[in-house]
């Protein structure tokens, strides 16, 4: 059982909305994916559920006709005990080119922060990330652990065409554009993986919880990579992780 507060409100007469502390930490993340995962294995009238940083909405099949009863239903389940080991996520390690080439916005980041490209290199690629949610754009991550030696404000001119497998930063998150996108965020580097294949039966291979390590390449094995994703002939590197 969890000591944290929950807030349950309906939603229309369909949807109940239950909010958690308005902070972004990874152990309300953890107790939003576990109550999801209870959802899902001890709540029959739902058809979908989605999560953000502090907060989960489940989508009713059927109109509740009393909210009361309903909350004491979701009470009951979110109490239930759970091993950690029954939720399993991932590590995913991703390819990022640097150069400046592919990353539009890196000469005046590094003016900024003051930082040799080497140096930012490190400071970006030394962490694991965690997906918190997925949203924006289809399959666009959400991630924690950005240094703090990085945060930026996002650009109060938006760029108007930012290219999918884009990784920017903006304030205190870094994330990966899916698709050709207007966007905001300061575009660092580029990676040659597809966040979003809209002709797979799951688009986007991340879900909150997952976590991504990112890995320096060359401009060279950046092309190769490419080269490989097109012809389905690259298998990134995963790990077993649980939440």
Request: hydrophobic share 40%.
């Amino acid at each position: 059982m969890s000591d944290l507060k929950l807030t349950l409100k309906p939603f229309g007469n369909k949807a109940i909305l239950i909010e958690w502390p308005p902070v972004i930490s990874e152990s309300i993340l953890k107790d939003i994916l576990c109550f999801k995962h209870k959802l899902q294995n001890h709540y029959a009238n739902f058809y979908d559920i989605s999560t953000a940083y502090n907060s989960l909405t489940i989508y009713l099949k059927s109109a509740f006709l009393d909210f009361e009863n309903e909350v004491e239903k979701l009470n009951t389940i979110y109490n239930l005990e759970i091993k950690s080991k029954e939720i399993e996520n991932y590590i995913w390690h991703i390819p990022v080119c640097y150069d400046k080439d592919l990353a539009p916005d890196l000469d005046s980041f590094l003016k900024v922060k003051k930082l040799e490209q080497q140096q930012f290199i490190k400071l970006h690629s030394q962490n694991l990330y965690t997906v918190y949610f997925l949203g924006f754009l289809p399959g666009f991550p959400y991630l924690g652990g950005l240094p703090k030696e990085l945060h930026m404000a996002r650009k109060s001119n938006p760029n108007l065409n930012i290219k999918k497998g884009s990784v920017g930063i903006g304030g205190q998150q870094t994330g990966v554009y899916t698709i050709d996108s207007p966007g905001g965020w300061h575009i660092i580097g580029k990676t040659p993986i597809l966040f979003f294949d809209i002709s797979l039966e799951m688009p986007s291979f991340l879900k909150a919880g997952d976590k991504i390590k990112f890995y320096a390449v060359s401009k060279d094995v950046f092309l190769e990579i490419t080269e490989n994703v097109a012809e389905e002939k690259f298998t990134l590197k995963k790990e077993i992780s649980h939440v």
